[in-house]
């Protein structure tokens, strides 16, 4: 089945990494995203990793995909305040380009 | 900015009514997702199309319809409005690739 779950809430400090957890069920998924949504406004893709790879990095991003657990999970390097918001893993199912998305991790950065 | 717009950013209506949302996709995407956003059922899918046909079709009450036109904008038909359906309304499309670009959304509120 699908199902994808978060940890609802991390607090860091400024200048610190982050990591963002998410574990999910469904084998058959093709792709990972990890979105970002702030207050009030879209979502915004941040990265996304396909599910052959171990690792991905972009810039301040880090992925890291463990397939045989079906986690994932995101870290940020050098946490700004202004990395504060709601991040978002989903997945993407074989043969769909649906997105299943997990609760959301609320992050907060203090200066 | 994604690319992709709705309209309108806000609607406030009562109960038993009919409201309509508009989506227009990233230039040459082909693909539009709806998907909706509510404090208890977190970020669901809707439905998708394709240049036109349905794609595929998630959580969608029957109360709700969707279509994509000739020039691939979308609209999300929403009837007999219940106090539940209060949530944001997000559209999203996508290419040949797999990433799937947010639109700001539609929050609607019914009173």
């Known amino acids: 089945g699908e199902d994808v779950e978060q940890s609802l809430f991390l607090s860091v400090r400024e200048g610190d990494s982050s990591v963002i957890n998410c574990t999910y069920t469904d084998s058959s998924s093709t792709y990972l995203y990890w979105y970002k949504q702030e207050p009030g406004a879209g979502l915004q893709l941040l990265t996304y990793i396909f599910s052959n790879m171990d690792m991905k990095q972009d810039q301040r991003l880090t992925v890291l995909l463990n397939k045989k657990d079906k986690h994932l999970s995101l870290r940020i390097a050098d946490t700004q305040t202004g990395d504060s918001a709601i991040y978002f893993c989903a997945e993407a199912l074989t043969g769909f380009q649906k997105l299943v998305f997990g609760t959301g991790t609320r992050l907060l950065v203090s200066p | 900015d994604s690319g992709v717009t709705q309209t309108p950013k806000h609607l406030i209506t009562a109960t038993g009514q009919r409201v309509t949302l508009r989506c227009s996709p990233r230039s040459g995407d082909l693909s539009v997702y709806w998907y909706q956003q509510s404090l208890d059922q977190g970020l669901q899918f809707l439905i998708q199309y394709y240049n036109g046909e349905e794609r595929a079709k998630g959580n969608i009450l029957e109360r709700f319809s969707a279509q994509q036109f000739p020039d691939l904008h979308s609209e999300l038909n929403l009837s007999s409005l219940e106090l539940g359906d209060s949530a944001l309304y997000f559209c999203?499309?996508?290419?040949?690739?797999?990433?799937?670009?947010f639109g700001p959304g539609t929050r609607l509120t019914v009173l």
């Open positions: 999203a499309s996508s290419g040949t690739s797999y990433e799937q670009f």
